[in-house]
C-alpha cells in the first residue's frame, strides 16, 4: 500500500507503520492476526500476520543497537513472569501498565478491541461499514462471542449493540484487571532494564532468539 508522502510523490507504508496504525486503533496488546484484519478492514492494504511473526525479534535488535533511536517500537505485551508474551504485539509507547497482561488480560483486551472497532465503525471516517465490508466481517466475528452482542439472525451487527454488550462485561472485569496489571507494572519497573520494559526478561525458551542482539537489561 502507497500513501502521500510531502513533495516526493508516494511511498511505501512499511508493515511496521500498519501494524503501529492497527495496534493505535486497538489500544491494547494483539496478535498478528487481529493487527492484520483491523488494518485490512479500517486502512486497506494486503498486510498478512505471517509478516508480524518476526517483526518484535527485529524491532529488539533496532533498540540494541541504538536505544530509543525511533520514535517508538513494536515491543512485546509482558506476562505476570515479567516475560514477553508470546504472540502479543504492543507500542513502546504505552504506558507500562497497558502493555502488562494479567490473568484477566485476555478477555479485557477482547472486550476493549471490540469496543474500538465498533466505535471506528460508528465514527465514519470513509470506513465502509456495509454488511459485507470487511469492518463488519471482523464485528461480527467478535460479537459472537460477547453475550448479547449479537443478534439472533445472521444480518450484520450493530455496532452500537456490540459495544452495550461488551462494556457490560468490562464493567465485571476491568477494575479487578487494572489492579492487576498495575500490581505487574510496579514490579517491570523496579526488577527490570530499559530493553527488557520493552521486550520482556529472557527466559529458557527466549535466550536462543535474543543471543544475536546480547543480554537484556535487568
Do not use: K
Not at 502521500?4 to 510523490?9: I, N, Q, S
Not at 525479534?57 to 516475560?83: H, K, N, Q, W
Not at 507500542?91 to 465498533?118: D, I, K, N
Not at 445472521?154 to 449493540?161: E, H, L, Q, S
Amino acid at each position: 500500500m502507497r500513501r502521500g508522502g510531502g513533495g516526493d510523490g508516494l511511498r511505501l507504508v512499511t508493515v511496521r507503520e500498519q501494524a503501529h496504525q492497527a495496534l493505535t486503533l486497538l489500544g491494547v496488546p494483539a496478535q498478528p492476526r487481529l493487527i492484520a484484519a483491523v488494518r485490512e478492514a479500517f486502512f486497506g492494504g494486503g498486510l498478512r500476520g505471517a509478516q508480524l511473526t518476526s517483526l518484535r525479534r527485529d524491532e529488539e535488535r533496532s533498540f540494541a543497537s541504538s536505544p530509543y533511536g525511533r520514535p517508538y517500537y513494536l515491543c512485546a505485551a509482558l506476562t505476570d513472569r515479567l516475560s514477553p508474551a508470546r504472540g502479543l504485539l504492543a507500542v513502546s509507547t504505552w504506558p507500562l501498565e497497558q502493555r502488562m497482561v494479567g490473568p484477566l488480560s485476555p478477555r479485557v483486551h477482547f472486550l476493549t478491541c471490540a469496543v474500538a472497532v465498533a466505535e471506528r465503525m460508528t465514527a465514519g471516517h470513509g470506513v465502509d461499514a456495509g454488511p459485507d465490508s470487511g469492518a463488519a466481517r471482523l464485528l461480527a466475528r467478535m460479537a459472537r462471542n460477547i453475550p448479547g452482542g449479537a443478534d439472533l439472525d445472521i444480518g450484520p451487527p450493530d455496532p452500537a449493540r456490540v459495544i452495550e454488550a461488551a462494556r457490560a462485561e468490562l464493567a465485571v472485569h476491568a477494575e479487578r484487571d487494572t489492579r492487576d496489571r498495575a500490581e505487574l507494572a510496579g514490579r517491570a519497573a523496579a526488577q527490570l532494564g530499559d530493553r527488557a520494559r520493552l521486550f520482556g526478561a529472557a527466559t529458557l525458551s527466549t535466550i536462543g532468539d535474543r543471543a544475536a542482539t546480547g543480554p537484556p537489561a535487568i
